[in-house]
């Protein structure tokens, strides 16, 4: 195939008329049949890329991604499509799952998605041979790296796949953030057959980064806003902080509201969506606004708390600007918040003991046996465990963290699991029932019409939407439903909102459990790198912002131009390629020998006052240092 019926099938199903910058490369590498790492900033368009070429070729593509929610999104948009898709998760009973894999193998599916920890499961690994595999993509491809910021330990097993499928099957790591360091890592622990990284610039240059340190964040929130116009986001680590920040830009005149993981799903649709629309102005949200935002007309996006890590900065204010236009990232900073940060990471790594009391309680919490527990799937509710057995909620929470990152278990966030219902018997023996029991027929009418599959498999179903369609009351639907289970005309799997945990591992004895010291230090120094960076990067005013991110994604670039940095050194009145002249003929001369100001003035061929202007600057920001005798020094 070529380029223009890949261009054909972008068309026919989404209504794009071109591919995004990379897509193109990647569609072109991996219908070659070669191992693919992609890497393209969020909203770069990474889905089309294995969802093209799933659709170019027959058989079924193999979508593996850690977030469950957004796994359901996809599939639902899929579906939309008439792209016949699939999920798998840890939030679906073993029957469900053994009858999506049958019908991916039997039925003409394109898509299946599932969570990472499946692979490791028996019933999967018996059954992804079966399937007439075209692809494999690894979306959020960075989890499967100690040295990322976001390490899944059920990534490392994604490998093990190659066991069990075709090696002519290619596989594509998607991400939008590595650093160069990472990027190995990806395609050594997915086992590329060669090296093939395919990147796009991560340089956003219509976005102007800006480090405001401020004492008073909210004045300076309100008089910015008042200033500038258009729709933003502001960033906030909490959630109690999260209403409190709009409360105050309401009571401001500006229009805003909050959003975070606590409110109802109902709640969360709405508010994103009044938003979306530009009924909202601002939404001050913490980290869990992001998902499946499509909005590209953004025009700031504010971080009120400073993140732990330049790769969530970086995602983060990059929602700002999608449309091309000129947006602004702004990351407001007080020495306050560098020592918060740095509490942070002494709580956020509890001794060792600790971590082994917290793996013991939560094992007799959810009643494991030692030896047992292996690829169990537990709902889990951490407010509960910390209430029944006193302990502290955030060295709890981390030391939670810890044992994932040990790869003893894992945790997915809150899941919304729809009501279910699979009719066990056949539609003949249903229509005697019928008839036999006219109280039932109604509403099992009422079910047929609004659901179809459900005679051959597990069919989620809404019980609000089904209200709305009778002029039954929630409390009868719900007999009718447990009243049919218990007849065994239906199987009903109620609804229900739950955090789970996965256990890798089976438990252990505490003095098995190994917590070597050298893998804690090791994962906490890379740790401590990660935020010096994320502070270096507010602290500095010397280094152009957009080039010191980029620098870190092993990027080289220019200066923007833009930053709050780069302003500065424009307000010299020297255009940014006459100042970096200078600056290259001072550094040279200082590298050589220490003369003073007026020396050093007459060693440079440029007009005085000019080098004047930069020399003040550079002994502003401490990038030349002067000695006793006021002799220069380059302090590099
Ligand atoms: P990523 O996973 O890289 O963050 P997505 O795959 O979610 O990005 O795509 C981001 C947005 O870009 C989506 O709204 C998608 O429909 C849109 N998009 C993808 N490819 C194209 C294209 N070729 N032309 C126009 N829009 C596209
Ligand atoms: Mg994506």
Partial sequence: MNIESYRQILTKYWGFSSFKPLQEDIIRSVTEGRDTLGLMPTGGGKSITFQVPALAQEGICLVITPLIALMKDQVNRLNELEIKSIAIHSGMTGEEIDNALENCIFGDYKFLYISPERISTRIFQARVARLNLSLVAIDEAHCISQWGYDFRPSYLKIASLREYISDKVPFLALTASATPQVIDDIMKKLAFREKNVLKTSFNRKNISYLVRKVDDKGTYLIKTLMKTGGSGIVYVRSRKRCKE??????YNGISADFYHAGLTDELRDKKQASWTTGETRVIVATNAFGMGIDKSEVRFVIHWDIPDCIESYFQESGRAGRDGKPAFAVLLYTPADKSRLLDNLRKKYPPVEKIKDIYEALCNYLQVPLGSGKDIVFEFNMYDFVAKFRLPVIETYNSLQFLQREGYMEFTEEINNPSRVHFIVSRDDLYKFQVANESFDGFIKLLLRSYTGMFSEFVPIN????????????????????????LNIIRYIPGKKSALVIFTEERLVRKALMISPDNYLNVKEKYEIRLDKMIGYADSDTHCRSVYLLDYFGEESDRCGTC????????????????????DEIKSVLIEKNPDAEELVKLIDYPEDRVIKVIRWLLDHNKILPDRDHKLTWNS
Avoid: G, H
């Fill in 463 to 486: 019980e609000e939407a089904l209200l709305r369609k009778s002029a039954a009351t929630r409390e009868t639907i719900y007999q009718y439903l447990v009243k049919l289970s218990s």
């Fill in 245 to 250: 920040v709009a409360e105050l830009l309401v």
């Fill in 564 to 583: 709050d940095v780069c302003r500065e050194r424009n307000e010299l009145e020297l255009s940014k390629y006459e100042f970096d002249l200078i600056l």
